[in-house]
C-alpha cells in the first residue's frame, strides 16, 4: 500500500532555532499534503493544507510565518519551525490522501519536536 | 464548527467485545474514518463508512447512522494489543481530503 515517510522521527533543539521536517510520499504523487499537530493526550489538529506548486494554506490560529510549509515537488513537503520555543514543543503528523478517490488518509511515523 | 464527541477512556478484558461511540455535529459530511493510534506513534486507518450501515472488516466494524450524527467502532475478541487510542474523524466537503478528529478514546485491554 501507499506509503508515507516522514523525517526525522525525533528531535531536539535549543530556543530560537529552526528545524524542518520532510514528509515524503512513496510510490505515489501526493499534490495535497496536510499537517497535524498533536499533544499529550489530545487530537489531532490540522495546522496546514500543503498544496504542490502554489502557497499552503494555513488553519486559524495557526502562524504561517512561524510554520513554514513548503511542497516542492509531487513527492515531498517540509514543514519548518522557524525560531523555535518551549511551546513548540509537540507531536508533528503529516499525511496524503491515497487509495482508490483518495478517500483515505495515510499518515506518516511522525516527528517528536522538543524544544529546549 | 465542527464537534465530534467520544469517551475518553474506556477498559475491556482479553478476549471480549467492545463498542466505542461517536457523535458528532459537522458542518456537511462526506465519511466518517476510524483510526488507531498506539502511544508515539502514527494512526493508522482502520475503517470507513458513508452510507448508512454496518461495515465488517474482520474483528473490528464500524456503523454509522447519518440521521442521528452517530457511529460506533466494535472491536471483538479483544487482544492485548488492541490497547490503543481509537480516533474518530469526519470528512466535510471541502476542496480538500481534510479529516477533523474527535479527542480520541483511549481503549486498555486487560488480561
Known amino acids: 500500500g501507499a506509503v508515507v515517510s516522514q523525517h526525522p522521527s525525533r528531535v531536539i533543539c535549543k530556543s530560537g532555532t529552526s528545524v524542518k521536517i520532510e514528509c515524503r510520499s512513496l510510490?505515489?504523487?501526493?499534490?495535497?499534503m496536510f499537517w497535524y499537530r498533536q499533544f499529550p493526550k489530545k487530537s489531532l489538529m490540522l495546522m496546514a493544507t500543503?498544496?504542490?506548486?502554489?502557497?499552503?494554506?494555513?488553519e486559524q490560529g495557526v502562524e504561517k510565518d512561524k510554520f513554514l510549509i513548503n511542497h516542492a515537488s509531487l513527492t515531498l513537503s517540509t514543514l519548518t519551525v522557524t525560531s523555535a520555543h518551549p511551546e513548540d514543543s509537540s507531536f508533528y503528523i503529516c499525511?496524503?490522501?491515497?487509495?482508490?478517490?483518495?478517500?483515505?488518509?495515510?499518515f506518516g511515523a511522525g516527528s517528536r519536536l522538543t524544544v529546549l | 464548527g465542527q464537534n465530534i464527541d467520544q469517551p475518553t477512556e474506556m477498559t475491556a478484558t482479553e478476549g471480549a467485545i467492545v463498542q466505542i461511540n461517536c457523535t458528532y455535529q459537522?458542518?456537511?459530511?462526506?465519511?466518517l474514518f476510524w483510526y488507531q493510534q498506539h502511544a508515539g506513534e502514527a494512526p493508522t486507518f482502520l475503517s470507513y463508512?458513508?452510507?448508512?450501515g454496518l461495515e465488517e472488516k474482520g474483528r473490528f466494524s464500524s456503523f454509522l447512522s447519518r440521521s442521528k450524527g452517530y457511529s460506533y467502532l466494535l472491536l471483538k475478541e479483544l487482544q492485548m494489543k488492541d490497547s490503543a487510542s481509537y480516533l474518530c474523524?469526519?470528512?466535510?466537503?471541502?476542496?480538500?481530503?481534510?479529516?477533523?478528529f474527535g479527542k480520541g478514546t483511549m481503549l486498555l485491554v486487560s488480561p
Open positions: 463508512n458513508v452510507l448508512d
Open positions: 500543503s498544496n504542490e506548486g502554489s502557497k499552503a494554506t494555513y
Open positions: 459537522t458542518s456537511g459530511f462526506n465519511g
Open positions: 474523524a469526519v470528512r466535510v466537503p471541502s476542496g480538500y481530503s481534510t479529516l477533523t
Open positions: 510510490d505515489f504523487q501526493a499534490t495535497t
Open positions: 499525511s496524503a490522501p491515497t487509495g482508490a478517490g483518495a478517500n483515505v488518509l495515510t
